[in-house]
């Protein structure tokens, strides 16, 4: 009989040669057996190669998430600019290699030489201009922001649009104006009935605050500062997208001549006042703080759109009183997107960072630093958790059939432009009986600066922006 020792000595010799026929299997199989394997990507780029130079244009809070995620996708090393927006129009063309900027402003960029058409290799690899289909998400908005003239010059970031939220106000008035949008009868009554309804139920809602709120707004009109003359013109625009001149523009592009002084323009202008004293609080307000103010209960009526870092927290108000979304939607194009510089020296580089930049997983790790980015994949959208949210999203499913540029300042200058609006905008604020008169000064003001920028560039241009020419 065999001993303990002579058995435990077999079975370590058959373990043994089972384990060296697994590792020649392995072996066979072309696998390492040394270490486990592991999932890694190898970073792109030479770090030999001069630094990117990228301009940020009003988009400052990008500029430490893009210097890290860069870091850890490309041996290449990045320089980052910021400027705004009134900054760059003194200045001329440089030669950075990227600009991340707010898409009204492509007329003016492409205008003065500042970016390229997109590359033919980033348009095949980033897609998208083709027309939305599975294979395809993007919504309408993004091809449209992103293109110019007929040419695609950016690739596209976010594009948000402009919505009404409200609570313990009748919304009935402006429902029935958004059905008008649709069915494209906009006609004068239409537009002018339908919004002295709104605003006078409204005003008999709030009628016994009315002193203190007219008082808050004119102490907030000796306060407002550029920015937020700008989100009042932008306040303005969506409702003047709301009459006669939805299609018909800021200009009769035939005569080349403003139409600031027709008669939907004023009227719009006095109808925003009154918007304004049923929440002073708002009316100057950036997008994403009119939008908390109503949710969360703290007013009865903001434009804009809901903020993009998960951080908004809900009073018991909120939840006891529930806000209210109207479904008419205006695009300014606040929305960013990134163009290769035209006089760029890496344009192979600088191509190659334009596609890392328009992916998915980028704007996921960008979209909290800024609500002018969006993502395309719900499910990828960590705010999702928020019926405002939710609900603002399925609207900005219905931009196909309310997209419209005409009231889109995007062509070239238009900032100088909508300086002179605002300016006009705040006079009537402090006196609306002049409201007639101060946009017919307005027109004149426009008018002096079309003849001075040009005509006819400036109808190219306004043409390029609507998607007229190319």
């Excluded at 203190?212 to 500062?225: A, C, D, F």
């Amino acid at each position: 009989m065999r001993s303990i020792q002579e058995v435990f000595s077999q079975l370590m010799s058959v373990r043994g040669a089972i384990a060296l026929a697994g590792l020649a299997l392995l072996g066979c199989a072309g696998e390492p057996t040394s270490t486990p394997r592991v999932e890694s990507r190898a970073k792109m780029g030479s770090e030999s190669a001069p630094p990117l130079k990228v301009l940020l244009v009003d988009a400052d809070a990008l500029q430490s998430e893009l210097e890290l995620r860069w870091q850890s996708f490309s041996e290449q090393g990045l320089t980052i600019q910021t400027a705004n927006r009134r900054e760059l129009a003194t200045q001329p063309p440089s030669t950075v290699d990227l600009v991340i900027y707010p898409a009204n402003l492509i007329g003016t960029l492409v205008a003065r030489d500042w970016i390229a058409p997109v590359p033919e290799q980033a348009q095949q690899r980033i897609g998208g201009w083709q027309q939305a289909s599975e294979s395809n998400p993007w919504p309408s908005r993004w091809r449209t922001f992103s293109v110019f003239g007929g040419k695609p010059f950016a690739a596209p970031l976010g594009a948000p649009s402009w919505v009404a939220v409200t609570r313990s106000l009748d919304a009935s008035p402006l429902r029935k104006l958004q059905t008008a949008i649709l069915g494209n009868e906009l006609a004068k009554e239409v537009s002018e009935d339908l919004w002295n309804e709104y605003l006078s139920k409204a005003e008999q809602t709030l009628q016994a605050t009315a002193t203190e709120r007219e008082q808050e707004l004119q102490r907030r009109l000796s306060e407002i500062g550029p920015q937020e003359r700008r989100y009042l013109a932008c306040r303005y625009l969506w409702i003047l997208s709301t009459t006669e001149s939805r299609y018909r523009g800021f200009f009769d592009t035939q005569k080349m001549l403003s139409r600031c002084g027709q008669p939907e323009f004023s009227r719009s202008a006095l109808h925003l006042r009154r918007l304004a004293l049923l929440q002073p609080s708002t009316i100057f307000a950036s997008p994403t703080e009119a939008w908390d103010a109503v949710v969360a209960g703290n007013a009865v009526f903001g434009l804009g759109w809901p903020r993009t870092d998960n951080q908004q927290q809900l009073t018991e108000d909120a939840v006891k009183d529930r806000w209210e979304l109207i479904p008419i939607l205006w695009n300014d194009g606040s929305g960013l997107v990134a163009s290769v510089g035209k006089r760029t020296r890496q344009s192979a580089n600088a191509t190659e960072f334009l596609i890392w930049l328009a992916s998915e997983e980028q704007r996921i790790a960008l979209q909290p630093k800024t609500a002018t980015i969006e993502l395309l994949e719900i499910d990828n959208d960590r705010n999702r958790v928020r019926g405002d949210y939710r609900e603002y999203q399925t609207l900005q499913r219905l931009e196909s059939a309310m997209l419209t540029m005409e009231l889109t300042p995007r062509f070239l200058d238009s900032d100088r432009f909508m300086s002179l609006l605002e300016e006009a905008l705040i006079d009537i604020f402090k006196s609306p009986e002049t409201a007639e008169a101060r946009m017919a000064q307005c027109r004149k003001e426009w008018d002096v600066a079309a003849e001075q920028l040009g005509r006819e560039k400036l109808r190219n241009s306004i043409e390029a922006a609507i998607g007229y020419s190319e």
